[in-house]
């Protein structure tokens, strides 16, 4: 079965951390994005990763306080998330793809998780 199952969402107060993780099984891809989604807005990008070799990149507004990782054995990719604000509140989402460019892009992914709700309180 084909799927990306996302976990470790919840409620944190703001100055605290949460870390993601995104487990793919049953298919090879090239990167792993993340993105998110507040109430009433458009999906944005987070940050990637390319799953060979270890390029990461970031939206520059999240640089220094997000990092990405992965563990190849696992097939499973974190989004370290730390320094919460409350503006960090929305769906989480992680991605995959066949492409290794246009990261930051919606389109560059083909299979997405389900999601998980981070909200970050003042």
């Known amino acids: 079965q084909v799927e990306l199952v996302e976990s470790g969402g919840g409620l944190v107060q703001a100055g605290g951390s949460l870390r993601l993780s995104c487990a793919a099984s049953g298919r090879t891809f090239s990167a792993m994005g993340w993105f998110r989604q507040a109430p009433g807005k458009e999906r944005e990008f987070v940050g990637a990763?390319?799953?060979?070799?270890?390029?990461?990149y970031y939206a520059d507004s999240l640089k220094g306080r997000f990092t990405i990782s992965r563990d190849n054995a696992k097939n499973t990719g974190y989004l370290q998330m730390n320094s919460l604000k409350p503006e960090d509140t929305a769906v989480y989402y992680c991605?995959?793809?066949?492409?290794?460019?246009?990261?930051?892009?919606?389109?560059?992914?083909?299979?997405w998780g389900q999601g998980t709700q981070v909200t970050v309180s003042s």
């Open positions: 991605a995959v793809g066949s492409r290794w460019n246009l990261l930051p892009h919606l389109q560059t992914y083909d299979l």
């Open positions: 990763i390319r799953w060979s070799g270890y390029s990461t």
